[in-house]
């Protein structure tokens, strides 16, 4: 979770062959890492072709040393990725900003392969094990989590948010037809984001708890990245936003739920639901990137971009 608000009010940054080809193999990397991730999540007895499982993962000598190293690994994750999204760090690294984007990606990536490939299981109960036909329905949550966070990245923009348009200089949001224009007066909702205010975390949560089999070292894992996303919104990600964008953010945050999606609002236009929900004919963005017209013209110079912090935002 990028833990700051980032704004981006010029013109895509000079990129060439050697940023494109970097932002390329991180964002190959990251995909593959992905869907390790989410396969990580379910027990083998579903999907046993994936890399790393938390029931096959090695066992700790004992219960505390394997908690020890558990906690260690989510730390590792969870540090690095609050402290680079901070704007002052930022500045300090003085990275290209072709590259900034991508490198941020990158050490989260690294750091999500990191905690398969060392994760710890411990001597504990099980905390449950959901038998056939029941099991199903919970692979049935279990994917829909996985699909809305997936689809929920391209509500914000895909291609921004791991680093593709930058290292490449191409507003590829725009270039596949998914750019959306600023209304009246700069702030648009669309898509999951008309439905709850964090899609992306709705997803994540749906997915660590999802499984028909959690093990106490599964548990210990979902509840720690859990209690962070929330205290990461709560305490960095909405102060932030409400003290950039003001009180059109908090009038938004007043009238969605955080993260169970509602039908209060029609997901094509943002608007009420009461009151119809059609197809809009001009597209529109996201409100975890609340935009405001700042009359540059061209590319992301259009408009300025905030940055939500969530997940690799």
Same mark, same amino acid.
């Given at each position: 979770m990028?833990?700051?608000?980032?704004?981006?009010?010029?013109?895509?940054?000079?990129?060439?062959?050697?940023?494109?080809?970097?932002?390329?193999?991180?964002?190959l990397?990251?995909?593959?890492?992905f869907?390790c991730?989410?396969?990580? $999540? /379910?027990?083998?007895?579903?999907?046993?072709?994936? =890399?790393?499982?938390?029931?096959?993962?090695?066992?700790?000598?004992?219960?505390?040393?394997?908690? %020890?190293?558990?906690?260690? $690994? /989510?730390?590792?994750?969870?540090?690095?990725?609050?402290?680079?999204?901070?704007?002052?760090?930022?500045?300090?690294?003085?990275?290209?900003?072709?590259?900034?984007?991508?490198?941020?990606?990158?050490?989260?990536?690294?750091?999500?392969?990191?905690?398969?490939?060392?994760?710890?299981?411990?001597?504990?109960?099980?905390? *449950?094990?959901?038998?056939?036909p029941?099991?199903?329905?919970? %692979?049935?949550?279990?994917?829909?989590?996985?699909?809305?966070l997936?689809?929920?990245?391209?509500?914000?923009?895909?291609?921004w948010?791991?680093? $593709?348009?930058?290292?490449?200089?191409i507003?590829?949001?725009?270039?596949?037809?998914l750019?959306?224009?600023?209304?009246?007066?700069?702030?648009?909702?669309? *898509?999951?984001?008309?439905?709850?205010?964090?899609?992306?975390?709705?997803?994540?949560?749906?997915?660590?708890?999802?499984?028909?089999?959690?093990?106490?070292?599964? %548990?210990?894992?979902?509840?720690?990245?859990?209690?962070?996303?929330?205290?990461?919104?709560?305490?960095?990600?909405?102060?932030? /936003?409400?003290?950039?964008?003001?009180?059109?953010?908090?009038?938004?945050?007043?009238?969605? =739920?955080?993260?169970?999606?509602?039908?209060?609002?029609?997901?094509?236009?943002?608007?009420?639901?009461?009151?119809?929900?059609?197809?809009?004919?001009?597209?529109?963005?996201?409100?975890?990137?609340? %935009?405001?017209?700042?009359?540059?013209?061209?590319?992301?110079?259009?408009?300025?971009?905030?940055?939500?912090?969530?997940?690799?935002?």
């Amino acid at each position: 979770m990028e833990n700051t608000v980032h704004k981006t009010d010029s013109p895509l940054p000079t990129a060439n062959a050697f940023t494109a080809i970097v932002s390329t193999v991180i964002y190959l990397y990251m995909f593959v890492i992905f869907l390790c991730y989410w396969g990580f $999540l /379910l027990p083998s007895t579903i999907l046993p072709i994936a =890399p790393y499982k938390f029931e096959t993962s090695r066992v700790a000598d004992d219960t505390g040393t394997g908690i %020890l190293i558990d906690v260690a $690994l /989510l730390l590792a994750f969870i540090i690095p990725h609050s402290i680079l999204a901070r704007t002052e760090v930022k500045a300090m690294m003085n990275l290209s900003p072709a590259l900034e984007r991508p490198f941020f990606v990158l050490q989260t990536t690294i750091f999500m392969h990191l905690q398969m490939q060392f994760w710890q299981e411990f001597d504990a109960p099980l905390i *449950w094990n959901v038998q056939e036909p029941y099991s199903w329905a919970i %692979l049935a949550l279990f994917l829909f989590g996985f699909l809305f966070l997936f689809t929920a990245t391209f509500a914000l923009d895909h291609f921004w948010l791991f680093g $593709l348009s930058q290292g490449y200089g191409i507003d590829f949001n725009k270039a596949f037809g998914l750019a959306a224009t600023d209304d009246a007066d700069g702030f648009v909702v669309r *898509w999951h984001y008309a439905l709850c205010a964090h899609p992306i975390m709705t997803g994540m949560m749906i997915g660590l708890f999802a499984t028909p089999t959690m093990t106490a070292s599964h %548990l210990l894992f979902s509840v720690v990245n859990t209690a962070w996303m929330v205290g990461a919104i709560k305490h960095l990600e909405e102060p932030q /936003l409400t003290d950039l964008i003001g009180e059109r953010y908090s009038e938004y945050l007043a009238t969605v =739920p955080r993260y169970v999606p509602s039908g209060s609002r029609c997901p094509f236009t943002g608007g009420n639901a009461s009151g119809g929900c059609s197809f809009s004919s001009r597209p529109h963005r996201t409100d975890a990137i609340p %935009l405001a017209s700042n009359g540059s013209g061209g590319g992301y110079g259009t408009v300025k971009k905030y940055e939500s912090p969530v997940l690799l935002e």
